[in-house]
């Protein structure tokens, strides 16, 4: 449709990109307040925008996936597993597995997007910094 895969990624991850602000407003008032119930908010957004992150089916992350290739996808299986050992939540590997399942497809980008990489790359790191900080108040 004359729309670059990288345009189309950007589009892609600018739910993940406002979902951290919502979340960080919540772990703002929960800071404030300490009412349970919006850190409760900010952890269970930003795992919601994680789970966006899987690069499966319509969801935001298998769209920015179009315009990633091999090598970096494996930089963020890498990154996701890092995360997941950080924080041990199992988001990350959820996006990391999709990622893999990614690596091995043929619907690589013959250019692949520095600016998509460094995006979702920033995604999972500011997720992953709310859900640091963001109490998990269910039972794991």
Not at 5 to 29: E, F, H, R, W, Y
Not at 56 to 68: I, P, R, Y
Not at 97 to 124: H, I, N, Q, Y
Request: glycine share 8%.
């Amino acid at each position: 449709m004359g729309i670059s895969l990288d345009d189309l990624a950007a589009i892609a991850l600018a739910g993940p990109t406002a979902g951290p602000l919502s979340a960080a407003v919540c772990v703002a008032i929960y800071f404030t307040t300490k009412s349970p119930l919006f850190g409760a908010l900010a952890h269970v957004g930003a795992w919601l925008n994680l789970i966006n992150l899987i690069p499966v089916f319509g969801l935001d992350g298998a769209q920015a996936t179009h315009a990633l290739d091999r090598t970096q996808r494996v930089l963020i299986v890498i990154a996701c597993v890092v995360l997941f050992a950080l924080l041990h939540e199992n988001a990350y590997l959820l996006v990391g597995a999709g990622m893999m399942w990614r690596v091995f497809k043929r619907d690589v980008a013959a250019e692949p997007s520095t600016r998509t990489m460094v995006g979702f790359m920033a995604l999972l790191m500011v997720l992953g910094a709310i859900v640091w900080v963001a109490p998990d108040l269910g039972v794991r």
